[in-house]
Structure formats: structure tokens, C-alpha cells
């Protein structure tokens, strides 16, 4: 039995999250002893495994350290507007006193997974041998170049050990690495981990639905870009149902969007469901819109219960839909484009062979982070 940590943001309805989660489950399920710690409130998930979960104190430690708690203060208003990304210089020294405090209470972990470019920033100072950090979307020092960019990207990396859930995430990483001279503890590609027949359980639920549909899942933020798909949706003339399973900053507007383009019986915003595998084991077919995505998990959940998939070309689309599915593939942020894969899938969708995501196994991946977080 191993003792396994994970650290995130929040549990709050995000991909990070629920793959937190799931990983953290499987682990449970081989008889390891896991934590979850997150760093603020926040939870959509039900969590439904034994396991311990805290959330970091913020809140008691400002009570103890008054001066602490302004220059927090001090920092959120004034200084990240001044100097983006700048949490990893200003507010690491806070998380990492309140992470130490946090280990000092528990047992000594054999491995600790620190997931998502938040929590890395906030944590980056943690030198500890068995820790990870994990990074599932591109990070903004990649593509950013100047002194103070520089800086800030050196400070990050210098001698972690890092897996991206893509090689999408990792080439530009390990370009600026190379240019900037950093040296990591390692620096490796991990996909997200999909288990088939767990999904496939899960989706044996009834939905709450009668008729054909499209879907759609996400957090509904700019960067899914669920105003384009509605778009698309519209010029496609399709007059199957097109339902939209997340919640999100953007529900306002997008259901302005829908009002205004007369959708309203056509276009359902769901809300957030946190088995979205039921829907997409029923849908016709399957659409993601988004402008970036870091590896995309949700398109294998969709191609494990046997949708036919429709994406843009977001990220590391091409290193899970390969041969026949690339055809799923169009441009991003092309309206035109979406719409005629739209009306081309209602008529001749491309289901997945089996084959498409056995290599994304749990017993796989586990093994390698595992392995990572040991070395």
C-alpha cells in the first residue's frame, strides 16, 4: 500500500478535477491510502470513494497572521494586475508555509501529485523528491518572451519534475528550456488516463431525455467557445436537439446568443452533470468547440462510450484521433467549417474502433506517474 497525495485549485466542476478525482479513485480501488487536499473551498463533485479530504486553511492562518492576511490582501488587488503571473513570486511563500503545516499533520506520503498551472504556481517552491507537478493546458510563460517572462519561467521549472498530459503541452516547454538553459528533474508526456469500462458502467444510467441530439460538454467559459457551436449550429439548419452539459461564467451571455438567434427550443443548456457518459453514450454525435484544450480527456470519454466525435483543432487532437477519425478535425474559430462536419456527421458519422484508447488505460498511466514521482 502506498500513501498518495493530490493537490488542486479546487474541486469545482472543471477537466482538472475530475480527472483528480478519477486517478485518486483508481488508486483507492488498488488498496492505497490517498489524500486530497485543495487549495481553496469549492466543490461540485460528489466524492464517492473513501478517501481524506481537506481544504487548506486559508482563512484560520490569517486569523494567526494578521500581517500575513493584508499583504495577501495587498497582493490580490494591486500587485497580479500589475505583474501578471506574478502569484508564483508573491503568494508561493504563503501556500508553501500553509502546505508544510498541512504535511507536518499527516503521515509521510510515497508520492505527491500537484495537478493544474495554479496549484504549480502557488506550490513551486515544494522541493520535495516525491513530488510531481502536472500540467494539463499549455502554460502562458511558454509563449510569452522578455526579461521578466524569463524569469518567472526559470523560477517555475528549474529542477522540477513535471508530466504535461500532452506532447502538444510539452514541445514549447522544453524549447524555452533549452533556450533559457533550465535544467528539469525530468520533463515527460503522461496522457490522462480514460477507463472504458468504468465509463460504460456509468453510461447505463437513464437520462433525462427523449429523441435524437447533439452534445456538447464543457465549462461554460470563453475558451470553450460554445458561442461559435451555437453558430454553427444555427447555419447548419440541422433540426436535431443540441444539448450543452456545464456550468460557467459565459451561461448569460450564451443564453442571449440562443434567445436571439430563435434556438430556444433547440438549444438546451443543461447545467453541469457529473455523469455526462450517459449523455454521450446516446448522443448522435459529439462536438467540442473549444480554442485551446491541454489533452483533451473529454474526447476520449466521448469515444470510449462510442460517439462519433467532431472537434476543432484545439491542441493535441491529432495524437488521439488518428486514421479515419481525423476526419473529425476542423479549423478553429471557423463557422463555416463546424457547421458542414456538422451536417456531414448527421448523415455519416465516424464511430471509434475499440482500439482507439486502450493505450489510455488506468493500470498504464498510474504506472507511469508512479514511477516518475519514485525516480
Known sequence: MKRILFVTHNLKGGGIQKITLDTARYYVNQGNDVSILALEKGIDFQIDFPCHYSVLPLHKFFISHPFSALYFAFYKIFLRNIFPQSELLWGAHLYKKLFNSYLKEQLPFDAIFINGARSMNRLHTINQKNVVYSLHLPHVLTHKDNFYYDYLFKTLFRNKKVFTVSDFIRTPINIKAQRL??????LVT????????????????????????????????????????????????????????????????????????????????????????????????????????????????????????????????????????????????????????MKEFAISPIYPSDSAIDKLSFKVITKEQLKLAEK
Open 181 to 186: 538553459g533550465v535544467k528539469f528533474n525530468d
Open 190 to 341: 503522461i496522457y490522462n488516463p480514460c477507463d472504458k469500462n468504468i465509463l460504460l458502467n456509468k453510461a447505463d444510467e437513464e437520462i433525462n431525455f427523449n429523441g435524437n441530439f447533439i452534445l456538447a460538454v464543457g465549462r461554460l467559459s470563453r475558451q470553450k467557445r460554445f458561442d461559435i457551436l451555437i453558430d454553427a449550429y444555427k447555419k447548419s439548419g440541422l433540426k436535431t436537439k443540441l444539448i450543452i452539459l456545464g456550468e460557467g461564467n459565459q451561461r448569460e451571455s450564451l443564453e442571449h446568443q440562443i434567445q436571439k438567434l430563435n434556438l430556444t427550443e433547440d438549444v438546451i443548456l443543461k447545467g453541469f452533470d457529473s455523469n455526462p457518459f450517459k449523455w454521450m453514450k446516446r448522443c448522435d454525435y459529439f462536438v467540442l468547440s473549444s480554442d485551446v484544450e491541454g489533452f483533451v480527456l473529454v474526447i476520449n470519454e466521448a469515444l470510449a462510450c462510442g460517439a462519433p466525435v467532431i472537434t476543432t483543432d484545439c491542441g493535441p487532437v491529432t495524437e488521439i484521433l488518428t486514421g479515419e477519425l481525423k476526419k473529425g478535425i476542423v479549423p478553429k474559430q471557423d463557422i463555416e467549417q463546424l457547421a458542414n462536419k
